[in-house]
């Protein structure tokens, strides 16, 4: 039997900051080394995440990348925890 591919939805802000998380994650700490040893499948899945991100993600490639990205992250929690000041509290 094929498996029928899944499509998620993200929102642009969601895209950038969880892109920018897998990246520093795969590339830049060791937070998947514990995962990885205990279950060396979950890499096909997530690499396949985030070269999906990075092909569709254009602000990973311009100069304003940093703010644009502090941007996003405020914008989502925001959304999460209502107000700026919740927002800021909850980070």
Known sequence: MAEEPITIKFT?????VLSDWLYRAMHQSDVLDDL????????????????ALETTLAEIFMPDY?????????RLM???YG??????TAS
Not at 83 to 88: G, H, K, R, T, W
């Open 12 to 16: 642009r802000d969601q895209a950038l």
């Open 66 to 74: 940093d703010e644009r990205l502090k941007t996003a992250r405020q």
């Open 36 to 51: 990885l040893k205990t279950d060396r499948a979950v890499w096909s899945p997530i690499s396949t995440i985030s070269g």
């Open 83 to 88: 107000s700026d000041e919740e927002a800021e």
């Open 78 to 80: 925001v959304e999460m």
